[in-house]
T-cell receptor, first 112, second 115 residues
Framework: SQQGEEDPQALSIQEGENATMNCSYK?????LQWYRQNSGRGLVHLIL?????REKHSGRLRVTLDTSKKSSSLLITASRAADTASYFC????????????FGKGTRLHILP | DVKVTQSSRYLVKRTGEKVFLECVQD?????MFWYRQDPGLGLRLIYF???????EKGDIPEGYSVSREKKERFSLILESASTNQTSMYLC??????????????FGPGTRLTVL
């Protein structure tokens, strides 16, 4: 069952620019997480934002959550070549059924 | 740092073979998960486990089974591999039951090709 859906599916930007990815979901959530996956590797957790939070920062990452619109955004500032990866949002729905539900991801390509 | 390891990065098997994918985590996590990842379909949960000898079906358990004899090890078994099971398999773990919605830690993945 697909809960989160990222937008856009793919994004190419110049190094140094900011990258914004969006995630929409369907049901109420306990929390929303963002993960990164480098090509052919496992996923790495980036940040978790709870349903009672509106914004969270971690280094060059900024995540916002709008529960009224059932959406979240991930902003990567001052992008670098190493940011080239796929980014997934993952939601934990309410009522909790003990699973995280992943979206299909946004492929981000940073151009030199 | 949490470390989740998977027994193989790449695996090639033939149709009908029994395949074992092993996953080990070193952080005493209660929960372990197996996903498969296919282009355009994202991550799909196959099975997960709360505790030793406990297992729960995920969204796509057909054709798979699992084993968790020790807390740190979670095995995915393809009883009779088929070509439609060619995929990237990802193992993950998370700390404790009751916090299943918290951060998951992933292994590097096993790319399985069934010929």
């Amino acid at each position: 069952s697909q809960q989160g859906e990222e937008d856009p599916q793919a994004l190419s930007i110049q190094e140094g620019e900011n990258a914004t990815m969006n995630c929409s979901y369907k049901t109420s959530i306990n929390n929303l997480q963002w993960y990164r996956q480098n090509s052919g590797r496992g996923l790495v957790h980036l940040i978790l934002i709870r349903s009672n939070e509106r914004e969270k920062h971690s280094g060059r990452l900024r995540v916002t959550l709008d529960t009224s619109k059932k959406s979240s955004s991930l902003l990567i500032t001052a992008s670098r070549a190493a940011d080239t990866a796929s980014y997934f949002c993952a939601t934990v729905p309410i009522p909790r059924d003990d699973k995280i539900i992943f979206g299909k991801g946004t492929r981000l390509h940073i151009l030199p | 740092d949490v470390k989740v390891t998977q027994s193989s990065r790449y695996l090639v098997k033939r149709t009908g073979e029994k395949v074992f994918l092993e996953c080990v985590q070193d952080m005493d996590h209660e929960n372990m998960f197996w996903y498969r990842q296919d282009p355009g379909l994202g991550l799909r949960l196959i099975y997960f486990s709360y505790d030793v000898k406990m297992k729960e079906k995920g969204d796509i358990p057909e054709g798979y089974s699992v084993s968790r004899e020790k807390k740190e090890r979670f095995s995915l078994i393809l009883e009779s591999a088929s070509t439609n099971q060619t995929s990237m398999y990802l193992c993950a773990s998370s700390p404790a039951r009751g916090s299943l919605g918290d951060t998951q830690y992933f292994g590097p993945g096993t790319r399985l090709t069934v010929l």
